[in-house]
């Protein structure tokens, strides 16, 4: 991270049935090759996050992902999904052309069976 990156401050929003902690007053959002981002410590409840639950949450996120695409004059919205585990490989595919199209948007969501 370069010395001039800018830091911002922010007032994280309240969100439901995650694991990102909004307890934290202020976070600092920080710059990295162009992206920002912010470092978060505990979870919601205030615990330190745990590698091995954090593992398992992510294996069971699946991706809803929406890709436009123009074809013969016409606009289509084509819905993937894809399981966590298959997620970078449906990227390296779009990059490379073999899915093609625009990303519109990009979504998670925990199945119901989840704890």
Known sequence: M???????HFKPRKTK????????????????????YIKLEKDINGINFN???????AENLKYTISIMREKNEKVYLYEYFVP?????????????GT???EIIQIKSYTPDNLA
């Open 2 to 8: 370069e010395k001039d990156d800018k830091i911002k």
């Open 17 to 36: 049935g995650t694991v990102f902690s909004a307890k934290n007053k202020l976070a600092e959002i920080r710059n990295f090759l162009g992206f920002e």
């Open 99 to 101: 899915i093609l199209g």
């Open 51 to 57: 590698k091995k639950s954090l593992e398992d949450f």
């Open 84 to 96: 966590k585990h298959e997620l970078n490989k449906f990227l390296k595919a779009h990059i490379n």
